[in-house]
C-alpha cells in the first residue's frame, strides 16, 4: 500500500498530540500525591480588614467605608498598596501584605493552637448523699423536715448552722468538705474533683462565727413540750428530744409571738418563753 508524503505526516502529527496532556496529568498527580494535603487558604478577620481598610485610609487611596469587608475600592486600593510595596498585586489581604501593614496575626494565622480554659468541673451531689445528710442533721437536732433526698428552705438553714459550726464555709450547700465532715461516702467521680478552698472557713471567719454552739437542755425542752402542749401546739409527751412534732410547735409559738421563726430552742426563744437559762447558755 503506498502512502502519500502528505498523509505519513498526519499521522505522526496525531501521535504527537495526546503526549503532551498525558505528561502534565501524570506531573500534575505526582505533585497532588507528594504534596499530600492541600494547603489551607489564608484567611482574614473581619478586625483585620478593618484595620487595613483604616490604613489604607489614612494613606489616602482608600476613600470606602471600614466596615471589615471587602469591596471594589478597597480591593483596588489593595493593589496599588501591594505594586508599591514589593508584593504581589492580588486586590487581597494575605499574610505577606498583613504583616507590611503592620497589623498583628492571630495565633491560627501564625500556626499557633490558643490555648482553652479548663472546662469547670461542676461537684453534685446525690439524691442519697441529700437523704443521708437529712438524717445525720436531723440526729444532730439541726433540722426537723423529712430524708427526701431534696434540697428544702429548712434543710439548706440546717446546713448552714452544720458548717458555721465545722469550719466550713455557709454555702447552704453539700459541697465535698461538708460531706467528708458529716462522714457520707464520696462517689468515685466525687474523688476525683478536690476540696475547693472556697469552701473552707478562713481563720478569721472561723473564730468569728464558730464559737461554742446553743444547746436547750433536755429539762429545758421537756418543759417548752409541756408549755406548748397546754397551748395546743403540741399532742406529744415530754421527752426532753426535739423531735419533728417539737420544732413544729416551736415554729408555730415564734410566729406567734414576734421570734424569729426557726423551730430551734435558742436563747432568744428560751428567753421569750420564760424559761430560765443554764450559766454557760448566759454566757454564750
Do not use: C
Request: hydrophobic residues 30%.
Amino acid at each position: 500500500m503506498k502512502f502519500s508524503l502528505f498523509t505519513l505526516l498526519l499521522i505522526a502529527a496525531m501521535a504527537m498530540i495526546p503526549a503532551a496532556p498525558h505528561a502534565y496529568a501524570q506531573s500534575t498527580a505526582s505533585s497532588a500525591s507528594a504534596s499530600g494535603k492541600t494547603a489551607k487558604s489564608f484567611r482574614p478577620t473581619k478586625n483585620q480588614i478593618k484595620s487595613a481598610q483604616e490604613k489604607l485610609s489614612t494613606d489616602g487611596s482608600y476613600s470606602g467605608p471600614a466596615d471589615g469587608r471587602y469591596n471594589k475600592e478597597f480591593r483596588a486600593s489593595l493593589r496599588t498598596y501591594q505594586q508599591s510595596n514589593g508584593l504581589e498585586r492580588t486586590g487581597k489581604l494575605d499574610e505577606a501584605t498583613i504583616v507590611k501593614l503592620g497589623i498583628p496575626l492571630t495565633d491560627r494565622q501564625k500556626g499557633l493552637e490558643t490555648p482553652r480554659k479548663p472546662k469547670r468541673v461542676v461537684f453534685r451531689v446525690s439524691k442519697d448523699q441529700i437523704s443521708e445528710a437529712q438524717t445525720k442533721l436531723k440526729s444532730l437536732g439541726l433540722y426537723a423536715g423529712e430524708s427526701t433526698g431534696k434540697y428544702s428552705k429548712e434543710f439548706r438553714s440546717s446546713i448552714r448552722e452544720y458548717q458555721s459550726a465545722n469550719g466550713l464555709k455557709r454555702k447552704g450547700s453539700l459541697n465535698r468538705a461538708t460531706l467528708e465532715k458529716l462522714g457520707i461516702a464520696l462517689t468515685e467521680k466525687q474523688k476525683a474533683i478536690p476540696v475547693n478552698p472556697k469552701d473552707i472557713a478562713s481563720e478569721s471567719e472561723g473564730k468569728r462565727k464558730r464559737g461554742p454552739v446553743f444547746r436547750a437542755t433536755k429539762n429545758q425542752i421537756s418543759s417548752v413540750q409541756t408549755m406548748l402542749r397546754s397551748k395546743g401546739l403540741y399532742s406529744g409527751e415530754s421527752t426532753g428530744k426535739l423531735n419533728p412534732e417539737t420544732r413544729a410547735g416551736i415554729r408555730k409559738w415564734q410566729d406567734s409571738n414576734g421570734v424569729k421563726v426557726t423551730g430551734t430552742l435558742n436563747k432568744v426563744t428560751l428567753e421569750a418563753m420564760g424559761i430560765e437559762l443554764t450559766e454557760r447558755q448566759r454566757v454564750s
